[in-house]
């Protein structure tokens, strides 16, 4: 028997319904959540940690909430490198070892490269666009394979995941270009092009100078694979085209450093040539060589609009370089 004054009784009835409402759509929501358990779905936990405090949610209702969004978090992160099985020869140890090698010489160069506009040419799966997105760059990374572009996408996602305030992916932007038919009016202006790993993939070297001229403003990096010997030659070499990371219409080249120097500076004033390597197999430091061995051979140029006052550069091919 019921000692309540009998005007309760009904707003006690609509409080049970009100909380069976929320506690059904309590579930509801966490049900959802729990099916798409993404960077996004653990933020909108958040925001409900956040309302349910500030409504006086009682403890289980916010250790429910509190609990979803760690899982969330942890199978959220877990997806990202999930998604990162099917990138191939891209995250083989040889190709991040490569990358580890290339950039950390980069860095040694002293250049200009902090807040700058930058174009990426045949940017793979984008692994090399956080070094300039880290320097605050506004990046444009393009690439002829569709597949690449897509990845690009959900692989600079995955570098930000743990860090879903970082302003740094939106400065991120990805296209779909073909080096060797689109022409550079359409990519517009930047302060530095980046040509990494891409010049030796195309049929004509000349063309893809040519766009980098169009669309540089002040510094063009290029590394590339090389032949050996001191005579200007591009050497056609055959590739396969079904490979993610090769020359998309299976043509491609491998150009002496006479010929990458001087179509340089056809159309860039200053060319330069680092006085040390990366430290790795693929970057020689003695060039007077004729034969090329059973590896690549890579080397690194940097043109310019201006004059560079830099230690690291000479303006000049070297027949000897130091390790960085
Ligand atoms: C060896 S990967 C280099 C990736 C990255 N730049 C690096 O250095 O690690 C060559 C990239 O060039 C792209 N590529 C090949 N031919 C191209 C073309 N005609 N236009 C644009 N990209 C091309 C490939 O799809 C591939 O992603």
Sequence with gaps: MSCR?????????????????????????????????????????????????????????????????????????????????????FHSNHYL???????????TLGLPLTGRTVLELGAGIGDLSPFFLDRDCEVTSIDARPENVDRIRSNIAAYYAFYPSSGRPEKHRVRLFDLEKGDGAGLGTFDVVHCYGVLYHVADPARMIQLMSETCLHLCLVETCVSPGRQSAIHPTREDATAPSQAVHGLG???????????????????????????????????????????????????SREPLDNLN?????PDRQTRC
Aim: aromatic share 6%; glycine share 6%.
């Design 5 to 89: 004054p009998s005007s309760l009784r009904v707003p006690n009835t609509a409080l049970a319904v009100i909380v069976e409402l929320s506690r059904r759509l309590r579930d509801l929501l966490l049900h959802a959540l729990h099916k798409t358990r993404t960077p996004q779905s653990a933020r909108v936990l958040t925001s409900a940690c956040r309302a349910s405090r500030r409504f006086g949610a009682g403890p289980a209702l916010l250790g429910d909430i509190q609990g979803e969004r760690a899982k969330t978090r942890v199978a959220s992160r877990r997806e990202h490198f999930d998604s990162m099985d099917d990138v191939g020869d």
């Design 97 to 107: 070892r490569l990358n580890q090698r290339r950039l950390e010489h980069l860095s």
């Design 253 to 303: 080249c491998r150009p002496t450093r006479t010929w990458v120097f001087d179509a340089l500076r056809s159309v860039f004033r200053h060319v330069y040539v680092p006085i040390a390597q990366p430290n790795h197999e693929e970057f020689p430091i003695d060039w007077t060589g004729t034969n090329s061995g059973p590896i690549l051979m890579r080397a690194m140029f940097v043109a």
């Design 313 to 317: 550069l000479i303006g000049a091919l």
